[in-house]
């Protein structure tokens, strides 16, 4: 979408009152128009000169995937400057959920995900984070259905992006805008602690998800590299101060890695860590992503959620839709689009 500020000076140069630059921004965001011409609350005039100047959506959708479930589905974006971004649709009975990207690629480089493969890009603005979302949104209402939850787990760290995070949260909830409560967000880290204490004073009511896979600082730093720079200590200090100051639940993401982080050693060195109120552990099961690494069976996931629950750790599992089209958690990749 176009950034509000943006459409005001060209509203204000186009010599319209201001009042249009509010009907502008409510047209994209509530109206989800998807460009000028659908906005007939404007004067045809006024709409084909903003359409001269400016493009209602920074994002140009691509190619469009479904999986045979019909319970995901996965859109390829073209951003101006021609890189390819990925967004993800699941569905559910009662709710759906758009997981968004919120970098070109990532610099973290967790060796088990396609997004770190590649390396970093660039960031994405707000406005690219909405476009994402809008275009879910806009399908959903041809079927008489919300976006009810948005969830920042698609490509990228969004809290090496906070600024921009932070503001698509804020667009995504304006009540002006498309209205979505702060509390249907989640926003998942690897525990870049600068961002959560961001998130904690500026966006308490957004969910935090981190990303755990590891509860030694040996094993995570090679698991997530970012630990080296923020370790288990110190995230779990962030982590303490996110729950006493929000009293909201607090969720940790454990993808498995068989033979990797499924050991015992492990699960003992998390439930010391992970045994208190408000916590809770969610185990992935590993999709198929490259970096050496096998995916777990049904068993193996069981077997290590109920030695966790053993421990005293509440767990879940997880499952990420979406295998079958590149879908699911991690296998958003960076894609070169030709021009
Ligand atoms: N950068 C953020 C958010 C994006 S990834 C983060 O890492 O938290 C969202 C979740 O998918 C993370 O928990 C991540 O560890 C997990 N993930 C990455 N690659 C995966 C894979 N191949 N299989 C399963 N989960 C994966
Ligand atoms: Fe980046 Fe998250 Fe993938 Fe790690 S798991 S490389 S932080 S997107």
Redesign the pocket.
Known sequence: MIARSEIETAVAELGAPPYRARQVYRALTRGLAVDFEEMTVLPRALRASLAARLTASALAPVEHWRSPAGDTEKALFATRDGHGVEAVLLRYPRRATVCVS?QVG?A?G?P?????RLGFTRQLSAEEMMDQVLYWARLLRAEGRRVTNVV???????LLNTDETLRACSLLNDPEGFALAARALS????GVVPGIDRLRREAPQVNL???L?AATDDLRDRL?PLNRRFGLDVVFAACARHVRATRRKLFF?W??LPGVNDGDEQVAAAASRLRRPLYHLNL??????G?G?RAPTRDEVESLRRRFVAAGVRCTVRR?PGGEIEA????LALRRLGR
Do not use: R, Y
């Not at 088990?112 to 770190?116: E, K, M, P, V, Y």
């Not at 699911?328 to 296998?331: D, K, L, T, Y």
């Open positions: 919120s990532c973290v967790c088990f995900c396609s997004s770190g920042f787990m698609g490509m990228g760290e969004p926003i998942s880290t690897v998800a981190v990303s896979h997530v993401e993808v498995v992935i099961p590993f999709n198929e992503a970096g690494f990420s699911a958690c991690g296998q």
